[in-house]
């Protein structure tokens, strides 16, 4: 007989993943479904009350009604013991804070590829109404083949409209990333995501947050009226058009800001159209990928040819295309030599 404790009877705990400042997240076993979870059990054990129960679920049904690459997807959320939990897709990886620390030569475009990401999942999630009001990179976990994943949609900006009603000192959110309306206490719109975008992205280029201060009062009176220094100043080899959008993101005033992630992403993504660096691959290695294109484009068309056209020797079919190249090249001429407009 299996004696081991499961977490309501299905998940088998095997780690603690980490802690946070509301929450302390373990690796799981699904023994159902046979696959890896993480839980998250909120430290906070106001569960007790009705009314903030079905204020959670229904906030919590909209986010885990979020399904996209870029986001952290949501199995099952409830109550036990007072206290909530919530099962999610359990995504290895390191936080992107950490994975900056620990990687050498971590690069500009490297950085703005992860950003787009996060654009994107974010982004979604604003298209579907759902602000995330907690976008920090301790919220971005970056996985081992470089694809990136939001977690924490909406549970800061439920949490922080309630009152704990037990004396366990809890910190909502990170005041480090907060836009000035949040510091402010106001009611945010999805400008706040982009303005914390703006920081994680900030932090992610010249390695130094734009504000820093010892308490979070003294941080939220500068998110409110301090101008950061000029991310160029502190690394010189951040292009102009890419400060723009870090200053732009991050202006004092919501409607200055891009309206949405989706935006920020897509301009972000033109300054930096492809995940591949084309441009910095020297001529030689160039010349090896363009050949080696050429080489494949020309075998993809000989077995489709040989599968669907017809079969015939190797050189006729070769004199074929040449007589049609040809053919095409003179089209102009012969269309203009018959006064065709
Ligand atoms: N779905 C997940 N899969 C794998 N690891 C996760 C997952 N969710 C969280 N973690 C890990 O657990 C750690 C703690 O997460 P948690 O969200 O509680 O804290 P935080 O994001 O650092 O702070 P905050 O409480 O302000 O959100 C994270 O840093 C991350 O390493
Ligand atoms: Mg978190």
Known sequence: MDTKK???????????????????????????????????????????DEIFREQFLQEARSAGGLSHQNIVTVHDVGFINNRIYMIM????????????????????????????QACSGIGYAHRKGIIHCDVKPQNLIVTEDGTLKVTDFGIAR???????????????????????????????????????????????????????GGTSKVLMEKH????????RSIN?????????????????????????????????ENLYPNKTPILTLSSENWFKTAWAKVKAGWAAFLKFRDKHIFQVDKDIFLWIIFGAALLAGFLPLIINSLGIN
């Open 89 to 116: 897709e359990y995504v290895p990886g390191t936080d992107l804070f950490t994975y900056q620390h620990q990687k050498d030569g971590f690069s500009i475009r490297e950085a703005v590829n992860f950003i787009i």
């Open 158 to 212: 439920f949490l922080s409209n309630v009152n704990p009603i037990d004396e366990e000192k809890i910190v909502w959110g990170s005041p480090q990333y907060f836009s000035p309306e949040q510091a402010k206490g106001k009611i945010t719109s999805y400008a706040a995501d982009v303005y914390s975008l703006g920081v994680v992205l900030y932090q992610a280029v010249t390695g130094k947050l734009p504000f820093t």
């Open 6 to 48: 499961l977490f309501k009877e299905r998940y088998e705990i095997i780690d603690l993943l980490g802690r946070g400042g509301m929450a302390e997240v373990f690796l799981a076993d699904d023994t159902i479904l046979k696959r890896k979870v993480a839980i998250k059990i909120i430290k906070a054990q106001y569960a007790k």
């Open 224 to 231: 409110i009226n301090k101008t950061p220094p000029s991310p």
């Open 236 to 268: 010189s080899k951040i292009p102009v058009e890419l400060e723009g959008i870090i200053l732009r993101s991050l202006s004092k005033e919501p409607s200055s800001r891009y309206r949405n992630a989706n935006q920020m992403g897509k301009l972000l």
